[in-house]
C-alpha cells in the first residue's frame, strides 16, 4: 500500500474572511508528482502554500481544518515552522536567485542548517546542481552571480537550491510559467526523476504539463477541489462536467 | 491650444537639464570659492601643527582630532542603535498605529534644530549629568540628532530589499533573523551606508550642538571627558570673532577634502561590495 505523505482534512483558508479553499480533503502519496490544475483564483497557490505555511507570511489569513505530514499536524501553534520548511521545499512562479554568486545560492538553505565544512559544501552543490540538469553549464563559473543567469536557468538554480536542503517534498508554483520550452523541457525532465525520491506537487497553468509530468492531478475551482484521480483518468474520462469543460479549453 | 508632444519633450529636457546644471554650477562654485580662498594656507604645517593665539596663528591640528572624535562616537552610537531600531520597526513589527506613532515621532525628531539639540544636552548632558563641556556631552547629543536620519534611512532602505528574497529565504527554513542577517541587511546595505554618509557629514558639520555641549577648548583632548573643538566650531570662531579669516579658509578647505575622502572612500568600499554580488 503506497502510505500518504501529507492528509489533508477539512481545510479551509479564508484571507480577510474571504474564503479562498473551501473544506479541502485529500491525500497526497509519497514518491509521486501531483499536479494541480485549475483556473486564476482557483485557490492553488494557497493550497500550495498552506503545506509549508508559507500563507502565514502575510497578514490576514486564518486557517481552518488539519494538514497532516506523515501524520502530525503541521499547523499546531507549538509545531517547528522553520524545521517544516527545511522538510517542504518550495519552488516559485517567477526564478528569484538570491543576489550572491551560484554557490552561495545552494549552499544558502544547507548553511542555515548549520553546515560548514567546505567538502561537505563542494558535494551538496555539485549533487544538487547535477539533479536539477544544470551542473555542466556552470560548474565553471559557480563564483559569478546567480542573477546573471538566464530565466530558465535561474529556475533551475532555484530547484537546484530547494534540493540542497534534501527536503521530502518539493512544491512548485508554476514553475514554469515565465520560461521557454526547452527550459521548461528541462524541468519537467529533472522532475520525473526527482519523484522516486521526493513527493512533487506541482501547481500549472499549463495543463499539457500536469498531463505530461503528474501522477496524479488535481482541479481547483472557486477555491474547491473539484476532482482528483490518476492523471490519465481524469484527462481522459473526468468524473465531473467542470473538469471536462477546463481541460478541453472551454473555460479558464 | 495643445501643444505638440515633440515641443513639450524638448521643453521638459531643457527644464530638467537645467534644474541639474544650476544646481551643480552652485556647487561647484562654493567648493572653488572656499578652496581658492582656503588651500593656499593648507600646508603640512597648518594640518598637524597646534594653534596659536587662539588660532591667529599656527595650525588646526587638535580640532582636526575633535572632528575625527566627535562624529566617530557620535555614529557609533547611534548607527547600531538607529539600525536595530530600523530592523524591528520594519522587520518584527506589523504596521498598527503604535508603528505609525514612533514613525512620526523620528520624523518630527529629525526636523529639530540642531541648536535645540545643543541646549537640551546643555542642560541634560553638561548639567544635569555634570558630564561638563566633553566630547561624550557632545557624542551623545550629536548621536540623539543623528539618530532619526539613520532609523528613517535604514527603514527605507530595507523597505526596498524585494519582498521575494524574505519568501525565498523564508521557504528555505531561515528563520527572521537568519532572514534579516543573510538576505535583506546584505541588500540594504548601500541604503544603510547612504544613511550613515548623511549622519557623518551633518554631525561633522554640526557647529550650533557641539559648541553648547563639547566646548570649544583648542587643547588636545586625552579623554573623552575633555573638551574639544570641531573645524566647523573652529572655522565659526575665527570667523565670527574677527580672529584670522584666512585660517577661517584654510579650516573649511580642510574640511571640505575631509568630507569629500570620507565619502569616497565609502563609496569606493560599497562598489567593491556590490560588484562581488550582483
Known amino acids: 500500500?503506497?502510505?500518504?505523505?501529507?492528509?489533508?482534512?477539512?481545510?479551509?483558508?479564508?484571507?480577510?474572511?474571504?474564503?479562498?479553499?473551501?473544506?479541502?480533503?485529500?491525500?497526497?502519496?509519497?514518491?509521486?508528482?501531483?499536479g494541480v490544475i485549475g483556473p486564476a483564483g482557483s485557490g492553488k497557490t494557497?493550497?500550495?502554500?498552506?503545506?509549508?505555511?508559507?500563507?502565514?507570511?502575510?497578514?490576514?489569513?486564518?486557517?481552518?481544518?488539519?494538514?497532516?505530514?506523515?501524520?502530525?499536524?503541521?499547523?499546531?501553534?507549538?509545531?517547528?515552522?522553520?524545521?517544516?520548511?527545511?522538510?517542504?521545499?518550495?519552488?516559485?512562479?517567477?526564478?528569484?536567485?538570491?543576489?550572491?554568486?551560484?554557490?552561495?545560492?545552494?549552499?544558502?538553505?544547507?548553511?542555515?542548517?548549520?553546515?560548514?565544512?567546505?567538502?561537505?559544501?563542494?558535494?551538496?552543490?555539485?549533487?544538487?546542481?547535477t539533479a536539477a540538469f544544470m551542473w555542466n553549464e556552470v560548474k565553471d563559473r559557480l563564483d559569478s552571480s546567480g542573477m546573471r543567469l538566464s530565466g530558465g536557468q535561474q529556475q533551475r538554480l532555484c530547484l537546484a537550491r530547494v534540493l540542497a536542503m534534501n527536503p521530502e517534498v518539493i512544491l512548485l508554483d508554476e514553475p514554469c510559467s515565465g520560461l521557454d520550452p526547452i527550459s521548461t523541457a528541462k524541468i519537467e525532465e529533472a522532475l520525473t526523476e526527482l519523484k522516486q525520491n521526493y513527493t512533487i506537487v506541482l501547481v500549472t497553468n499549463n495543463t499539457h504539463q500536469a498531463a505530461r509530468v503528474a501522477d496524479k492531478t488535481a482541479f481547483f475551482l472557486m477555491g474547491e477541489l473539484v476532482e482528483i484521480g490518476p492523471t490519465n483518468r481524469v484527462f481522459t474520462a473526468p468524473t465531473q462536467k467542470q473538469t471536462d469543460d477546463y481541460i478541453t479549453g472551454r473555460f479558464g | 491650444m495643445r501643444i505638440h508632444p515633440r515641443h513639450t519633450q524638448r521643453i521638459a529636457v531643457t527644464v530638467l537639464g537645467g534644474a541639474t546644471l544650476l544646481t551643480l554650477a552652485v556647487l561647484v562654485f562654493i567648493i572653488v570659492f572656499i578652496l581658492e580662498k582656503g588651500l593656499p594656507v593648507v600646508g603640512p604645517g597648518f594640518l598637524l601643527e597646534y594653534s596659536e593665539d587662539m588660532g591667529r596663528a599656527g595650525g588646526i591640528f587638535t580640532t582636526i582630532v575633535g572632528t575625527l572624535v566627535l562624529p566617530v562616537l557620535a555614529i557609533g552610537l547611534a548607527g547600531p542603535l538607529g539600525i536595530a531600531t530600523a530592523v524591528f520597526l520594519t522587520e518584527y513589527t506589523v504596521e498598527t498605529k503604535v508603528t505609525k506613532v514612533i514613525r512620526f515621532g523620528t520624523d518630527c525628531l529629525a526636523g529639530i534644530p540642531s541648536i535645540i539639540f545643543g541646549l537640551f544636552g546643555f542642560i541634560f548632558f553638561v548639567t544635569t549629568l555634570e558630564m561638563g563641556w566633553s566630547i561624550l556631552s557632545g557624542g551623545l547629543t550629536l548621536a540623539f540628532m543623528v539618530l532619526p536620519t539613520i532609523i528613517r534611512t535604514?527603514?527605507?532602505?530595507?523597505?526596498?530589499?524585494?519582498?521575494?528574497?524574505?519568501?525565498?529565504?523564508?521557504?528555505?527554513?531561515?528563520?527572521?533573523?537568519?532572514?534579516?542577517?543573510?538576505?535583506?541587511?546584505?541588500?540594504?546595505?548601500?541604503?544603510?551606508?547612504?544613511?550613515?554618509?548623511?549622519?557623518?557629514?551633518?554631525?561633522?558639520?554640526?557647529?550650533?550642538?557641539v559648541i553648547f555641549t563639547a566646548g570649544s577648548s583648542l587643547r588636545l583632548p586625552t579623554s573623552i571627558f575633555d573638551s574639544t573643538r570641531t573645524m566647523s566650531v573652529h572655522f565659526y570662531i575665527l570667523a565670527r570673532e574677527g580672529i584670522s579669516l584666512e585660517n577661517a579658509y584654510g579650516t573649511a578647505a580642510a574640511l571640505i577634502i575631509a568630507v569629500l575622502l570620507v565619502n569616497l572612500a565609502a563609496y569606493w568600499t560599497m562598489h567593491r561590495f556590490i560588484a562581488k554580488r550582483s
Open chain 1, 1 to 34: 500500500m503506497m502510505s500518504h505523505k501529507f492528509e489533508i482534512q477539512g481545510l479551509t483558508v479564508r484571507w480577510h474572511g474571504n474564503p479562498l479553499l473551501k473544506k479541502i480533503s485529500m491525500n497526497i502519496a509519497s514518491s509521486e508528482i501531483l
Open chain 1, 46 to 129: 494557497t493550497f500550495l502554500r498552506a503545506l509549508n505555511r508559507m500563507n502565514e507570511l502575510e497578514q490576514g489569513y486564518e486557517m481552518e481544518g488539519r494538514v497532516l505530514l506523515e501524520g502530525v499536524d503541521i499547523q499546531s501553534p507549538d509545531y517547528d515552522v522553520v524545521s517544516l520548511r527545511k522538510r517542504v521545499g518550495m519552488v516559485f512562479a517567477l526564478p528569484i536567485a538570491l543576489p550572491m554568486s551560484i554557490y552561495e545560492n545552494i549552499v544558502y538553505g544547507p548553511r542555515l542548517a548549520g553546515v560548514r565544512n567546505r567538502a561537505k559544501l563542494d558535494e551538496i552543490v555539485e549533487k544538487s546542481l
Open chain 2, 154 to 209: 535604514t527603514e527605507e532602505a530595507i523597505k526596498a530589499v524585494p519582498k521575494s528574497y524574505r519568501q525565498v529565504s523564508f521557504s528555505l527554513g531561515a528563520t527572521r533573523w537568519q532572514t534579516v542577517k543573510r538576505a535583506v541587511l546584505p541588500n540594504a546595505l548601500p541604503g544603510i551606508v547612504t544613511g550613515i554618509m548623511l549622519a557623518i557629514a551633518r554631525s561633522i558639520g554640526e557647529t550650533a550642538a
